[in-house]
Structure formats: C-alpha cells, structure tokens
C-alpha cells in the first residue's frame, strides 16, 4: 500500500463516522484550547510583570554597596580580615580588571538637604556624584546638551524640570522651565548640634538633559565626584578619608547584558554586595517558568483525557470494521498497512482538534486581554495615569500554537497505538466471519 492509497484510506474512514470524529475531536479542541489559553496567560503576566525592567536598571549595569554590619571588613577562612572589602579606588582597579567591564564609578550621594532654584522657582532632586572620566563609557543619552561633567557643572534627569514648584503657592508650574544652559542655585542646609543652621550655595551650570528611562535617573542631577565630595565634606564637618571609609555604592558598566551575572557573582564572591537588573530579571523568568509549566501542565490534562477519547473511539471502530480489517488481510494488506491507517486516522482527528483548539485558544486569548486592557486603563485613568501602556494579559506566540498542534497530533497517535495493535492482531478468516 503506497501512500496515496493510505491517505486515501484515512480520509474516506473518517467522513464516513462524521460525528464520531467531531465529538472525538472536541475533546481534543478542549484541552488544546486550555494548554493556549493557560500558558498564553503565564506569558501575558510575564511581559506585563517586564514591561518596567528598566525602571529598575539598565540591564548592563551592576550596583556595588559597601559591606553592611561588618565595619568595612570581611573576615576570611583564616580569621584576618580583608581589606579589600572595603569599596576603595584601589578595590574599584580591581573592578576594572574583570572581563566585560567598560566602566567603574562612585556613585556617591548628597549628605545634605538641597534645593536647586531657578529665578524664583524651586525644585528638589536627587544629587548624585560621578566619576567625569567614565561619563563617556557609561552610556547616558541625551535629548539636549552633552553628559559632560567639569567644575561645578552637571547633567540631569528628563524629569527634573517637572519638580520645579512656586514656593509661595506650592504649586508646580504650569510652563515646565527648559533647564538646558541655565544656571541653577544649589543651595544646602546643616543644623549643628547646638541648632545653628548653616547654609552653603553654589552655582551649578546644566550641560546636558538625559532622555526618560522612566525610573530614579529621570529625578536625578548629576555632579563631578570632587563636587559632591566637596559638599559632604562641608556638610559632615570633617575630610572624608576615602582609603579607610570608602565609598557606599559603586557603578559598574558592562559591554553586554550576558557578562552581568558572572561578574556579579565574581564580585559578591569579594564579600560586596552586589544588585542588578539581569539577575532580577533572571528571578523573575524562573518564576513564570515554573507557573507557565503548572498552567500548561494543567491544560495537558484535559489533552490526555482527550487522548483516551480518541483510543476508545479507535477501539470502538475496530469492532465496527472487523470484517474490513480482514478483507484487506485477505487481499494481501500487511499487518503494517493496517498500523498504518488506524494511527493515521487517530493522529488526523488530533490535529484537526488540535487546529481548531489552537484557533480557539488564540481568540479566547485576544478576547481576555482586551476586556483586561480595557479594565486597567479605565482603572489607570481614573487614578490620573495617562500615559500608562498596557501589553497583552495573555500573549499568544506563534510557537505556542505549533506547539499545541503537534502536541495535539503527538497525543491522536499515541491514543491510536493499542487499537491499532489490536486491530493488526485480528485473524483474517475469523475476521471475515465476523457478524
């Protein structure tokens, strides 16, 4: 038997027990439309759960902290302590040492109350020190101006124009000022312990405006690192000793998103601790696997019930064509041909469940995240979020589908094995007598 009469075979059996097949294949359409439907989800959450990971930190980056609770100090397996623990220049040379790395600054915060003040506007922002020498390799783009850092100048957040506030209302402007070029007022403020309140002020010139990232560096005004340093110094009353103390964060930049975790685990292996996107980002692809998994795993129950549908749907068939099983034996139709049809015949009504259960999933699906899109939007809007962008609750890859339908079809022919086992066993004489 070629394969054209084997198709043949296979197609005339099946429109031959029409609804047989479609009530076998609805069962398969069933638990194909729930392994889309729940793994669709899984994914929907997750891209929904991602769609801020940039908020968090750029995916090339690593935040170094200065060890916590320990003085500065690790003690290592012999009992000394270790110097390098602390977050030194001579600690970040070794930073700069390991593969991948393109950039090491401090990152050293202002130990003062601040207020910026642009004619008679004010705002606040967070004040932040960097290395000028690395500003180049650590990526900040810009919408105006240049990320450059020289005496007493600075580079800012998109944001930051946004905080500028009336001091005698206490209202934000209406008009937000454009900042690039101008001049700022930096003023800080230190209470002594006897009460005496102390002001310094500088003039601060913005060289640049970065683009939004939509997190903490939109907020931000960035300072040369001697600068800052400077004003901590006037700010705690005495000379930071930088070698002993060190600094409390450091920034390391990385060529690619790949060269983070070793490197992050490298440095958390030097008693630092160490935090970065990708590693949150790997936490939370782990997680979803594991519920995709359960979801899926859920929905391949229904598919398995399914398959003992499409098995006693074959068995019953058997019983039916008995006396046809053992003409085509008689006519010289091998024990294979036989095999053959029978798992055809289940694997179609597989894949023709699998096929429409696909369809289904992937409208059901659409239909979910447009009623849930809908619903966190009127949601959103009435909190007063009007920029808020909403991915798919449930996001239907197109390898989902294929997947599903040669699982589906996978499923048919293991259902049909036994009956077709059975139906090759069938004697041809006493085949042909059966009533």
Not at 141 to 164: C, D, Y
């Amino acid at each position: 038997m070629n394969w054209r009469d084997l198709l043949y075979l296979i197609r005339r059996n099946l429109t031959r027990m029409k609804m047989r097949v479609a009530m076998t294949a609805t069962g398969v359409v069933i638990g194909t439309t729930a392994v889309i439907l729940l793994v669709s989800l899984g994914i929907g959450l997750q891209r929904f759960a991602l769609q801020d990971i940039g908020s968090i930190g750029e995916l090339t980056e690593i935040n170094v902290f200065s060890p916590a609770g320990m003085g500065g100090f690790i003690m290592s397996s012999s009992g000394a302590q270790r110097e390098q623990s602390v977050l030194n220049d001579r600690t970040l040379n070794t930073f700069r040492d390991l593969p991948g790395v393109v950039a090491v600054t401090p990152m050293v915060n202002l130990r003062a109350n601040a207020s910026l003040r642009l004619n008679q506007y004010t705002a606040y922002a967070s004040i932040v020190g960097l290395d000028p020498r690395e500003i180049k390799n650590l990526g900040f783009e810009t919408s105006s101006g240049m990320a450059r850092l020289g005496k007493w100048q600075a580079f800012i957040g998109s944001k930051v124009a946004s905080t500028f506030m009336d001091p005698r209302t206490r209202r934000t402007v209406t008009e937000l000022p454009d900042l690039q070029g101008q001049t700022l007022q930096l003023t800080l403020t230190k209470v002594a312990d006897d009460g005496k309140v102390t002001t310094r002020q500088v003039r601060v010139r913005i060289t640049g405006i970065l683009e939004p990232s939509g997190g903490n560096k939109d907020y931000s005004l960035y300072l040369a690192l001697n600068d800052v340093m400077d004003l901590n110094n006037w700010a705690s009353g005495r000379r930071i000793n930088l070698n002993t103390e060190g600094y409390d964060q450091v920034l390391v930049k990385l060529e690619s998103p790949q060269q983070v975790l070793p490197v992050e685990q490298n440095i958390t292996q030097r008693g630092f601790p160490a935090y970065s996107a990708q590693s949150t980002l790997q936490s939370v692809n782990q997680l979803f696997l594991v519920i995709q998994l359960v979801l899926g795993g859920i929905g391949g129950v229904a598919l398995l019930v399914a398959g003992v549908g499409i098995a006693n749907a074959m068995i019953m068939a058997i019983y039916e064509r008995t006396r046809e099983i053992g003409l085509m034996k008689a006519i010289g139709a091998r024990n294979r041909d036989v095999m053959f049809v029978f798992l055809g015949e289940a694997g179609a009504i597989g894949t023709l469940g699998g096929a429409g259960g696909a369809l289904l999933g992937w409208l059901l699906a659409k239909l979910i995240s447009l009623i849930g899109g809908s619903y966190i939007a009127a949601m959103a809007s009435q909190s007063g979020a009007t920029d808020l962008n909403v991915p798919a609750l449930a996001f239907t890859p197109v390898w989902l589908l294929l997947f599903a339908i040669l699982f589906s079809t996978f499923i048919g022919i293991v259902s049909g094995v036994y009956p077709a086992l059975r139906a090759t066993r069938l004697d041809p004489i006493a085949a042909l007598r059966y009533e």
